[in-house]
């Protein structure tokens, strides 16, 4: 291993290492033009709130399984359309359909296979730590060939716990046999991965994503890269672990 690499490096699996966001733009079209008939002229905006606010409120539920994804995605959609309609199982699987075709669709982040096999070449151990439902997360790897390309998978219903609380990333490393001091995350969330991460005791950050202006950035953030790709190696041969 190189000095001053990390022994180990964990990723986020959704717009980390995979395209997440434009799949879930076009989930949300669908979801709109599903409901549309059965909601009242301009109460599409109020039912997306409703919708969001849901899911934002309540996705622990599914992330740890407490939920089964089919039924919590029934309570979601009743909540959501509640001030208006009640949604019979047709619309409900037509609704299930499309975020399953998300689930489906979404590819790869440009250059994540090349991280993760550099890393890999390196003697560095990669895992991925994600929040989401165990068969949802699992299947969309196994697709993409991520499976492979890394030495674990931890998900928050494997843990019972959600990022960013540490023992999802405790768990990865447990399974990598490395210290969180010689570990780093890569991820776009700020509060789960970045903030998660450090919190958990691990060496160093690199936050996925679009700048984020004038925010103190915490000890231990490495930086900043726009996609989980070369970007990524070279920040981290920045860590002195
Ligand atoms: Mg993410």
Not at 53 to 74: C, I, K, N, Q, S
Not at 136 to 152: E, F, M, N, P, S
Not at 205 to 234: C, F, Q, T, Y
Request: net charge negative; charged share 25%.
């Amino acid at each position: 291993m190189t000095p001053g690499r990390p022994q180990a490096v964990l990723f986020d699996l959704d717009d980390t290492l995979i395209e997440y966001a434009p799949a879930a733009a076009r989930e949300r079209e669908a979801v709109t033009e599903a409901v549309r008939d059965h909601l009242p002229t301009g109460a599409v905006a109020g039912f997306l709130d409703r919708f969001d606010a849901y899911l934002f409120r309540h996705h622990a539920e599914v992330d740890t399984g407490r939920v089964p994804v089919a039924e919590f995605r029934d309570r979601r959609l009743r909540h959501a359309m509640r001030p208006w309609h009640s949604p019979d199982s047709a619309l409900c699987r037509r609704v299930a359909a499309c975020a399953d075709a998300t689930a489906a669709s979404v590819g790869l982040a440009a250059g994540a296979a090349a991280v993760l096999a550099a890393l890999r070449d390196d003697g560095v151990r990669v895992g991925i730590v994600t929040n989401g439902p165990l068969g949802i997360q699992t299947a969309k790897c196994t697709r993409l060939g991520l499976t492979d390309a890394v030495d674990t998978l931890v998900t928050s219903q494997d843990v019972g716990r959600t990022k960013p609380d540490g023992e999802v990333f405790h768990e990865a490393l447990r399974r990598l046999g490395v210290r969180p001091g010689a570990a780093v995350v890569v991820g776009d969330s700020w509060e789960n991965d970045v903030l998660g991460g450090l919190r958990a005791g691990l060496a160093g950050a690199v936050h996925i994503g679009p700048d984020r202006g004038a925010v103190p950035a915490p000890p231990g953030l490495l930086g900043r890269a726009e996609r989980a790709g070369d970007e990524v190696l070279h920040l981290l041969e920045d860590l002195h672990a």
